[in-house]
Structures are given as C-alpha cells and as structure tokens.
Nanobody, 124 residues
Framework: QVQLVESGGGLVQAGGSLRLSCATSGRTFSSYVVGWFRQAPGKEREFVSAINWSGSSTYYADSVKGRFTISRDNAKNTVYLQMNSLKHEDTAVYYC?????????????????WGQGTQVTVSS
C-alpha cells in the first residue's frame, strides 16, 4: 500500500512560483511512477507531469512544458513539482498519484494511488 500527501499549495500572483511536494509512504515507493494531475472547478482532472522510478525520465503536458519541473528524492520518499511563471489558468487542485506497473502515463485511470490534493490559486 502506498499513501501520498501533497503540500505546498497556496495563493500566488501571476508570474510567481510555487513548489509542491508529494510525500509518500510504503516500502516500494522508489519503484513507482509518480504523476501530478490537476482539476479546476467544472473541469475534468488533467495530466500535468510524471516521473519514472529513478528520475531519469520525465513527461510533461504541453501546457506546462518549460514552466514546470518534476523531480524526486527517493531517499526522502518525496516527489516535487516546481512551478514557475504561473498563470491564472494554472489555478486548480493539484494531486499526486502513483502507479506500480508500466511506464510513464498521462491517463488518470492508469494510476492506482492518489493523494487528497492541494489547492493552487493564481491571481491575475
């Protein structure tokens, strides 16, 4: 069993930065792909970024490419999402998710474990 807890959300002005953290528990975390997703009010949950078990491979949605950076520290059982040049349209609840089988994926249904989410609000 893997548990994930997000933190680091908040209110920031457009153009600013935030760093989200996803703290995990479970002995096999280091073997999991971890993804970040977000969900804005009235919209479906959408893929943001994912990272493989070693951190050597990453995947980004086009909407965040060049602005967001995903990384992980397996010694700390934590995955990070550095978000720069934030835009109003980045406002959403951000979730981290884990999958133990297969490679990087943007599909919500491919992830087995989910955190409770952290709110990110970008004022324009």
């Amino acid at each position: 069993q893997v548990q994930l807890v997000e933190s680091g959300g908040g209110l920031v002005q457009a153009g600013g930065s935030l760093r989200l953290s996803c703290a995990t528990s479970g002995r096999t975390f280091s073997s999991y792909v971890v993804g970040w997703f977000r969900q804005a009010p009235g919209k479906e949950r959408e893929f943001v970024s994912a990272i493989n078990w070693s951190g050597s491979s990453t995947y980004y949605a086009d909407s965040v490419k060049g602005r967001f950076t995903i990384s992980r520290d397996n010694a700390k059982n934590t995955v990070y999402l550095q978000m720069n040049s934030l835009k109003h349209e980045d406002t959403a609840v951000y979730y981290c998710a884990g999958k133990g089988v297969g490679g990087l994926s943007a599909a919500v249904n491919n992830y087995d474990y989910w955190g409770q989410g952290t709110q990110v609000t970008v004022s324009s």
